[in-house]
Nanobody
Framework: VQLQASGGGLVQPGGSLRLSCAASGITFSRKSAVWYRQAPGKQREPVAWITRAGVIGYAGSVKGRYTISTENAKNTVYLQMNNLKPEDTAVYYC?????WGQGTLVTVSS
């Protein structure tokens, strides 16, 4: 299984980004997927997830601003991030059924 994350970059506060995590070697149907982030000096934390049953959840710090979704035909999980804040700055990782992607850096700064 290989996961390729992309979509990170530099954005101003209040801006938006969409992260993508494309998977190979696994089909997305009825699989769990989690987006994590790790800020400098902090532990990696989950921010958005989809369970095998399709239940979606968010960390309190991003609820209402982030949206996780999947496109099974493309074996891809997305993270739409709106109204970004400087404290959202982190390396974002995707995890599908225990498999990790390489991370993509999101920097929110003016």
């Amino acid at each position: 299984v290989q996961l390729q994350a992309s979509g990170g970059g530099l954005v101003q506060p209040g801006g938006s980004l969409r992260l993508s995590c494309a998977a190979s070697g696994i089909t997305f149907s009825r699989k769990s997927a989690v987006w994590y982030r790790q800020a400098p000096g902090k532990q990696r934390e989950p921010v958005a997830w989809i369970t095998r049953a399709g239940v979606i959840g968010y960390a309190g710090s991003v609820k209402g601003r982030y949206t996780i979704s999947t496109e099974n035909a493309k074996n891809t999980v997305y993270l739409q991030m709106n109204n970004l804040k400087p404290e959202d700055t982190a390396v974002y990782y995707c995890n599908v059924e225990g498999n990790w992607g390489q991370g993509t850096l999101v920097t929110v700064s003016s």
